[in-house]
């Protein structure tokens, strides 16, 4: 029997867990290709494709307008620092993908921030890194959204004013709109 001092220490291993949207997964199974709420493990090495081309890409889209490889994500080690991060890269020449806010065009590459909205035609993946100390290893972690994922990230939900014109919030608060003529400005 092996004592605990022996055993090898245990290392955490980061994590992307991506939540995917399409308005029209139900009815094409766009993303029948992924393993859901089950960790995949690839090597630091590796760079995690994404595309229709399943001799190409680790991670299949089943849709005939994304591109053979979509966009490729590669774990790295910060230069004179210990931190690891992803890159993001669109490797399409037909559409831009926009992370977050910021447009790339074909193979422009940005690092991947902690948290963050990628989109590409009617896709719709947030990406949330949970960090860990392995170098030599990373995961990916599937979820699919029911709904889009653009009003639960940047849109704020916008209370209905009532027929009466005055805003329950800005009621509360003693405030009351007033009325300007056009003219008046």
Do not use: W
Not at 82 to 89: N, P, R, T, V
Not at 167 to 183: A, H, M, R, Y
């Amino acid at each position: 029997m092996t004592s605990l001092e022996e055993l090898e220490t245990e290392e955490t291993v980061t994590c992307l867990h991506i939540t995917l949207y399409h308005p029209r997964q139900e009815e094409k199974q766009i993303f029948r290709n992924l393993n859901f709420l089950k960790r995949e493990q690839l090597r630091a090495d590796e760079v995690a494709k994404f595309g229709r081309d399943t001799n190409i890409c680790h991670y299949n889209l089943m849709d005939s307008r994304v591109s053979r490889v979509q966009f490729a994500l590669q774990f790295f080690r910060q230069l004179n620092n210990s931190e690891l991060g992803f890159e993001i890269k669109n490797m399409s020449k037909r559409s831009k993908l926009i992370v977050d806010n910021l447009e790339l065009d074909y193979l422009n590459k940005v690092d991947l921030p902690h948290k963050c909205l990628i989109r590409f035609g009617d896709y719709q993946l947030l990406i949330q890194r949970q960090d860990g100390e392995s170098v030599d290893y990373f995961e990916t972690r599937f979820e699919l959204a029911q709904d889009s994922l653009l009003q639960e990230r940047h849109l704020p939900l916008m209370q209905p004013i009532p027929e009466s014109g005055i805003s329950p919030s800005l009621n509360s608060q003693g405030v009351k709109p007033i009325e300007i003529d056009e003219n008046d400005v």
